[in-house]
């Protein structure tokens, strides 16, 4: 089994005759756990119906840039945002050319420029075209823009001649599309990292939390994984999967938390603390669910231990990355958390956004170390973490 799971792939299909294809791709992706939405060109709608590939991939299939309908159901941005990875399979010729030359003149060459996630072509056109210097010229642009490209392969053609320019199967495209999701920049290194809320009791039935989804620090453990590292992920309670070869530690309350990563430390290479830790817990939590009688009632609280500063103080400190979700002076307060807390790498947003930050899907974050800062604006959780991962990857290498 190929790692797709619940990757979003972005499927865009241009004109050629090759696009029948495209069907056998969208169930191949979705064999393999992947999520699909189809954008087509004109020309490619002459080669098979949108119904056909909406059908297939559950999800309605979009054309149009300029559709005030299409777009109040999901904007070209949003659509460029939700991608993890876009693969065009069949890139025709006239698709490279104003793919190359930056043009945004439909919704498929428009979400390429849009898009933060990486973008794969599978070209596919006769043998000539392919060879034509122009085309040769625009496969070298996005070859320097680092786009991925997938064959194409060579053999006899739809219209008779044998050469380069036949678009490779479907396997050989999902193949190499869950290859985009995998590098080796961890191999060999533990990263353990803390997510979700925590949970502080007050009697057997009733707690103190917060709002956390977990869905970051699940997103960057599924990140560091297909870069090769060890990871474990200590959680408090979501409602989330634990992603593909993640070993996970459930812990509720913020001790148990403490504990848990302390047990880590020593094996820990880099440590993130995405967690979002009670500050505070009952000094006392009763032992039988508390009755109510009086009018009011009075619960005291004491401090929890500082997890992330515990970790940076340790002797066996592992490089420490953490995370700041502020509703004003963004920069200011993280760059004091990451000073006080001895931290090496400090990851901010402002939760006073509603559309990004805590339950959303999509975030935008500062990251923030001693002698310089770098701003990764709104992307999906996903693909916000794979750059958080490189990030802090070549932080802890330095
Ligand atoms: O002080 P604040 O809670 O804003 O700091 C956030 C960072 O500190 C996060 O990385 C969070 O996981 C970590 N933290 C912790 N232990 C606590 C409180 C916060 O590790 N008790």
Known sequence: MLQLTNKHILLGVTGGIAAYKSAEIIRRLQEHGANV????????????????????????????????????????IELARWADLVVIAPASADFMARFANGQADDLLSTLCLATNAPVAIAPAMNQAMWHDPATQQNLQTLNDRKISIFGPGEGSQACGDVGPGRMLGPDEIVELAAKQFQSN?????????????????????????????????????????????????????????????????????????????????????????????????PILAANQKIKKSAESMTIELTRNPDIISAVASHEHRPFT????????????????????????????????????????????????????????????????????IAEINAHYKK
């Not at 002459?46 to 005030?68: K, M, R, Y």
């Open 37 to 76: 939405q189809v954008v087509m060109t004109k020309a490619a709608q002459e080669f098979i119906t949108p119904l056909t590939l909406q059908a297939l991939s559950g999800n309605p299939v979009h054309c149009d840039l300029l559709n005030p309908a299409a777009e109040a159901a999901m904007g070209h």
């Open 185 to 281: 920049i961890l191999d060999g290194v533990t990263v353990v990292i803390t997510a979700g809320p925590t949970r502080e009791a007050i009697d057997p039935v009733r707690y103190i939390s917060n709002h956390s989804s977990g869905k970051m620090g699940y997103a960057l453990a599924a990140a560091a994984v297909e870069c090769g590292a060890a990871v474990t992920l200590i959680s408090g309670p979501v409602a989330l999967e634990t992603p593909d070869r993640v070993n996970q530690i459930d812990v509720e309350s913020a001790a148990e938390m403490h504990q848990s990563v302390l047990d880590q430390l020593g094996i820990c290479d880099i440590f993130i603390g995405a967690a979002a830790v009670a500050d505070y817990r």
């Open 321 to 388: 990355v953490g995370f700041a979700a502020e509703t004003q002076n963004v920069e200011e307060y993280a760059r004091g958390k990451l000073e006080n807390k001895k931290m090496d790498l400090i990851v901010a947003n402002d939760v006073s956004d509603k559309e990004i930050g805590f339950n959303s899907d999509n975030n935008a974050v500062s990251v923030i170390w001693k002698d310089g800062m770098k701003s990764i604006p709104t992307t999906s959780k996903y693909q916000l973490s794979r750059i958080l």
